[in-house]
């Protein structure tokens, strides 16, 4: 039987690893703070694997809003604010073999999919904007005509993007995105800045200001939910 001993070890060793390695849904990861607020936020950063959204020399908006999202669900989770995620790795949803728009379809699909199985009653995008017509930056709120609530939840955002000392000012607009037209609750695309303009560039690179960036969208639906 003492020759077993070491057999026994590998095979636990080995349930272990694959128990550990075993890649989890990330809408599906548990709420672990207690909520005060009855909302439930579905935090989509933009873009992810196959789609890297705009870049600029080694950057890329997949890696940012990444980055800008994982603090936004911690910003929220210390407002008790209870909040999952599209994603929180460098993924997509997109139909594998599929490319171009029918790629990038299926792929938002999904990401409201997620919003739609889990419950959720907003929806924040993040994206990163690049323009070559864009002479100063700022971030810019979108939101969808069709929901009054929409507006409401943009402007209370917006407002507290002002308050960055960093911000250029800019105003919430209405949009109509794939996403914004098709999600039936309170939802924004959150543009956070300009990567390709030198002072943007430099903040959205930071990760002092990516919290910053985040606790200002965190306040704002905060206000935003107090209000209802
Ligand atoms: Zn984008």
């Given at each position: 039987?003492?020759?077993?001993?070491?057999?026994?070890?590998?095979f636990?060793?080995?349930?272990l690893?694959?128990?550990?390695?075993?890649s989890?849904?990330?809408?599906?990861?548990?709420?672990?703070?207690?909520?005060?607020?009855?909302?439930?936020v579905?935090?989509?950063p933009?873009?992810?694997?196959?789609?890297?959204?705009?870049?600029?020399a080694?950057?890329?908006?997949?890696?940012?809003?990444l980055?800008?999202?994982?603090?936004?669900?911690?910003?929220?989770?210390?407002?008790?604010?209870?909040?999952?995620?599209?994603?929180?790795?460098?993924?997509?949803?997109?139909?594998?073999g599929?490319?171009?728009k029918?790629?990038?379809?299926?792929?938002?699909?999904?990401?409201?999919d997620l919003?739609?199985?889990?419950?959720?009653?907003m929806?924040?995008?993040?994206?990163?904007?690049?323009?070559?017509q864009?002479?100063?930056g700022?971030?810019?709120?979108?939101?969808?005509?069709q929901?009054?609530?929409?507006?409401?939840?943009?402007?209370?955002?917006?407002?507290?993007?002002?308050?960055?000392?960093?911000m250029?000012?800019?105003?919430?607009?209405p949009?109509?995105?794939?996403?914004?037209?098709?999600l039936?609750?309170?939802?924004?695309?959150?543009?956070?800045?300009?990567?390709?303009?030198?002072g943007?560039?430099?903040?959205?690179?930071?990760?002092?200001?990516?919290?910053?960036?985040?606790q200002?969208?965190?306040?704002?639906?905060?206000?935003?939910?107090?209000?209802r």
């Amino acid at each position: 039987m003492k020759r077993l001993a070491p057999y026994a070890l590998l095979f636990t060793l080995i349930f272990l690893l694959a128990f550990q390695n075993r890649s989890p849904d990330p809408a599906a990861e548990a709420i672990t703070v207690p909520a005060k607020h009855p909302a439930f936020v579905m935090i989509d950063p933009g873009h992810g694997g196959y789609d890297p959204g705009v870049r600029s020399a080694d950057l890329k908006e997949a890696d940012l809003t990444l980055a800008i999202g994982k603090e936004l669900k911690t910003a929220l989770a210390e407002l008790q604010i209870a909040a999952v995620m599209t994603r929180e790795t460098d993924t997509d949803y997109a139909t594998r073999g599929s490319s171009g728009k029918t790629a990038k379809r299926s792929d938002l699909n999904r990401r409201m999919d997620l919003a739609f199985e889990q419950g959720a009653t907003m929806f924040l995008s993040l994206h990163v904007n690049a323009s070559s017509q864009a002479t100063r930056g700022g971030a810019e709120v979108f939101y969808s005509e069709q929901l009054p609530e929409a507006k409401l939840l943009a402007e209370s955002v917006q407002s507290k993007l002002h308050q960055l000392p960093e911000m250029s000012r800019r105003d919430a607009k209405p949009a109509s995105y794939y996403l914004l037209e098709n999600l039936p609750i309170p939802s924004l695309i959150i543009e956070c800045g300009y990567l390709n303009i030198t002072g943007d560039r430099a903040h959205l690179t930071s990760p002092l200001y990516q919290k910053k960036l985040a606790q200002a969208i965190a306040l704002g639906v905060e206000e935003y939910l107090k209000s209802r």
